[in-house]
């Protein structure tokens, strides 16, 4: 098949027309009917339908952010009319977001693809038509598997690479460690998550031993401090967010919130305090409030511990000996003290941040008076060269508040206890698979290598390490749910990259990366699929949900777990043999089900058709308190168990010592590394510690591309009605202002609505400009979403992408990546009418 290369031909379209019932179709008939009303003398009577038309509501997982909200799907007559939040489900109980609602237009986009196709033209770039030809699933399959077939052959298993976006549980991403052991390759589970959480995740791993998302008890908070976390944009579970605020700003007492943030967010509006911060110094606010808390002695002795004799020695500029203070469930605070804290005063900090050090006393007075307090963070401080250490100074002081594992405070979540797989992958690994994992070949992103020992993914870095060949070139890459092509810092190295790696796609939709396949597998939507979904960060007691096909496939797509599992298959070996006992993706879900049967949900799910029925299985309560000092565990009726010492050092708080460590012993171990790449001194290597960003660019304003509540993680990018109000606060429509402040804009002889030219070392963009005192005027904002060159009608050739002029740039100790540690020039575009 020939034309344009992102979709179907005349005949599948109007089939496609036919099967879904397409706006043009109804709009056509309607327009008809009118027709003949009009032409006749009288109306004709309304046909009664012969059969009343059946309507259905079925149990699924709205897909429009991490979140995983259980949603009602309302079809009739086997089409999708209506989605609403699930009032079974604890997550969305029965309430849904703005976006939750557009699953429909996901599923009836006009510019899905149809089923399988392969290039027929060698040639690979933005506007190069790859001349798709619609094939069967069973060609693709075997393409696919003669290509993996071959490397195996040659003992080239590591040329193999499946990049992953967001993974929803064992159906889906939880397939590909299996797929890379049976195979034979490292390069099998490469995430995004270096663009998404690693910093924040790694920085309280540091310090109390879970590299994990944490969970919240926000309802029973009256206290929270928020460094750059999105909490009514896009923080995750964004609708609960958005119940929760609800109930914490009318309870009596009501949670005061105090927003860090570099912008005037919909978060830091309803808060009660917002501080504009200076990007990258978030960490230096924190210490300074630290500094607070301890010389007034406002930290929560029974957590932290106290001075042998009752008296608080905490002045500044003084040190102290560490025998004169006896810790109970922390370890290093003296010694932190006298190595950064004693200095780190609110006048110090205010030189730094541009926050008055009044308003940073005001926070620290707060946060160390108000209980039950906690703090929060994301990306806001740690997309910086300096995330770690902005985020175990965050971090700290939740310890200081005894938030760790306390009512109103933070925990980790629980896992869910799903049956065990009866096919064990360890018992089909073949020669061929021992021969590649005696080679002992690294991972194509170089994570755990001698560059990134502390990392755990490098999506940005993989085009780098292909084109350098360093430490080799890939030969295959299988996409799923991720367009790093378009989403990644310096983006259009992928497009280089790309040229010489066969690359398969397997979005539904034609996204960049598919302009560059030589492969179209696509999956199902999120209506169309059966999925498991084990929460993300949500209340900490297990909870996972499950999808169920709302519809048929309206188009010859094919679940990924299940084209995983038929590409398996088709692999020489005992790796063939594996997959044919699994069979498919619903072999997989009854396997996990089967878990149930011995922990059946407080609503009473205990198997894979009950789960169905419900949608979502849950145990509640979580089972571990801290109160006042002490570890519990749930008895069955109240938190009345004791934990001993061993106990919460095994299940709670993972560090070396037991105990959350102000000196990180984990971070110790890679002073070397830490110190060659920061030049921190490797006797402070393991403190919370001020370490100033690295800005990357030549320019004088500041970039951040924050996201907005309609972004969808990129599934919005082709639906009109979430490009209408994509940047709902400066009235973007149908196009992306770049944030700026009025007095940044007069100096640069910018008007309201002028064309700008925002640029970097690596390239430049023409956007609009939008004058407004939301932004710091060191500071303009361009939400990330638009710019896309493919993707669908609505997507394409809309806006610009900030990430083609954002370097490539990382935390080296995270490797999340510093999107924010931008400095552009702005300057208006000459000629403008």
């Not at 992102?6 to 109804?26: I, N, Q, Y």
């Not at 309280?204 to 750059?228: A, C, E, I, P, V």
């Not at 949608?615 to 002490?630: C, D, L, N, S, T």
């Amino acid at each position: 098949m020939s034309g344009l290369p992102l979709t179907s031909d005349r005949r599948d379209f109007l089939k496609s027309a036919a099967a879904t019932g397409t706006v043009g179709a109804t709009v056509g008939a309607t327009v008809g009917a009118i027709g003949e009303i009009a032409s006749s003398d009288a109306a004709p009577a309304l046909a009664q339908p012969a059969v009343r038309p059946e309507t259905k509501v079925t149990k699924n997982i709205c897909h429009q952010c991490p979140a995983r909200c259980g949603i009602d799907v309302y079809t009739t007559d086997g089409k999708v009319h209506a989605i609403y939040g699930s009032l079974d489900d604890p997550i969305a109980n029965g309430k849904l977001c703005p976006k939750g609602h557009l699953g429909a237009y996901v599923l009836y986009d006009p510019d899905r693809f149809v089923g399988p196709m392969k290039r027929t033209n060698p040639r690979k770039g933005r506007d190069v038509d790859p001349g798709w030809q619609r094939i069967s699933w069973d060609e693709a399959l075997g393409i696919a598997a003669a290509r993996l077939n071959a490397l195996r052959a040659k003992g080239e298993q590591h040329r193999l690479a499946i990049v992953a976006g967001r993974g929803w549980g064992s159906t889906d991403a939880g397939l590909t460690d299996n797929f890379g052991k049976l195979f034979g390759t490292p390069n099998a589970s490469l995430g995004h998550s270096s663009m998404c959480a690693d910093a924040s995740k790694r920085a309280k791993h540091l310090m109390d031993g879970n590299y994990s998302y944490n969970s919240y008890d926000y309802r029973n908070t009256n206290y929270l401090l928020n460094f750059g976390a999105a909490f009514l944009e896009a923080y995750r579970p964004y609708n609960n967010n958005l119940q929760v605020w609800g109930h914490i700003r009318t309870k009596a007492p009501k949670t005061k919130v105090t927003v860090v943030d570099v912008r005037v967010t919909p978060t830091g509006a309803a808060a009660d305090r917002l501080l504009l911060i200076k990007p990258g110094t978030d960490g230096a606010m924190a210490l300074a409030v630290a500094h607070e808390i301890l010389i007034n002695g406002w930290w929560e002795r029974k957590f932290v511990g106290d001075f042998t004799d009752g008296v608080n020695r905490f002045k500044s500029g003084e040190t102290l000996d560490a025998a004169s203070f006896a810790e109970r469930w922390t370890k290093g605070l003296i010694e932190w003290w006298n190595a950064e804290l004693k200095d780190r005063t609110p006048e110090w900090a205010a030189t730094i941040t541009t926050i008055p050090a009044k308003d940073i006393r005001a926070v620290a007075r707060e946060l160390g008076t108000t209980r039950p307090a906690m703090v929060i963070f994301e990306r806001g401080p740690t997309t910086h060269t300096n995330a770690i250490y902005n985020g175990m100074a965050i971090h700290a002081l939740n310890a200081f508040v005894g938030a760790m594992y306390a009512v109103g405070g933070m925990a980790s979540q629980m896992g869910v206890p799903y049956g065990a797989l009866p096919w064990k992958a360890d018992d089909y690994v073949d020669d061929a698979a021992k021969a590649a994992a005696d080679r002992k070949m690294e991972r194509i992103d170089r994570v755990k290598s001698a560059d990134g020992p502390l990392w755990s993914n490098n999506i940005q870095g993989i085009p780098d390490s292909h084109l350098s060949g360093r430490p080799y070139k890939l030969d295959t890459a299988i996409f799923y749910s991720t367009n790093p092509i378009f989403s990644t810092p310096d983006c259009t190295r992928w497009e280089k990259a790309l040229q010489d790696i066969f690359v398969i796609e397997t979005s539904p939709f034609p996204s960049e990366t598919a302009v560059f396949a030589d492969l179209i597998l696509p999956d199902h939507t999120y209506l169309e699929r059966w999925q498991d979904a084990p929460t993300y960060p949500f209340e900490g007691y297990p909870i996972t949900s499950l999808r169920v096909p709302a519809v048929k496939p309206i188009h010859d797509t094919k679940h990924f777990g299940d084209t995983l599992i038929e590409l398996g298959k088709r692999i020489e070996g005992r790796m063939g043999e594996y997959y044919r006992q699994v069979g498919n993706i619903e072999n997989v879900l009854r396997a996990i089900a089967k878990g149930f049967e011995k922990n059946p949900g407080d609503n009473g799910v205990n198997s894979l058709e009950s789960w169905a029925a419900k949608g979502v299985w849950y145990k509640k309560p979580y089972f571990w308190r801290q109160i006042g000092g002490e570890f519990f565990e749930w008895d069955g009726s109240d938190y009345r168990k004791p934990m001993s010492a061993e106990e919460v050092k095994r299940r709670l708080l993972r560090t070396d010592s037991g105990k959350f460590e102000f000196r990180s012993s984990y971070l110790e171990r890679y002073a070397d590394f830490v110190n060659a790449k920061l030049g921190v001194a490797k006797e402070r290597v393991g403190f919370p510690q001020w370490l100033a960003p690295r800005y990357a660019g030549k320019g004088d304003l500041f970039l951040v591309t924050p996201k907005t509540p309609l972004h969808a993680e990129g599934r919005s990018a082709n639906i009109p009605q979430a490009i209408s109000i994509y940047q709902p606060v400066s009235g973007g429509r149908n196009e992306m202002f770049l944030e700026i402040h009025p007095r940044t804009a007069a100096a640069r002889r910018i008007k309201n609505g002028e064309q700008v030219r925002v640029a970097t070392d690596i390239g430049g963009i023409t956007v609009r400009a939008h004058l407004t005192p939301a932004a710091r005027p060191d500071t303009v904002v361009l939400p990330f979403g638009f710019g896309h060159w493919a993707h669908g009608r609505w997507a394409k050739g809309r806006g610009q992408n900030p990430t083609e002029i954002i370097p490539n740039i990382s935390d080296p100790i995270s490797n999340l990546t510093s999107n924010y540690s931008v400095l552009v020039t702005v300057e208006r575009v000459a000629n403008q009418a």
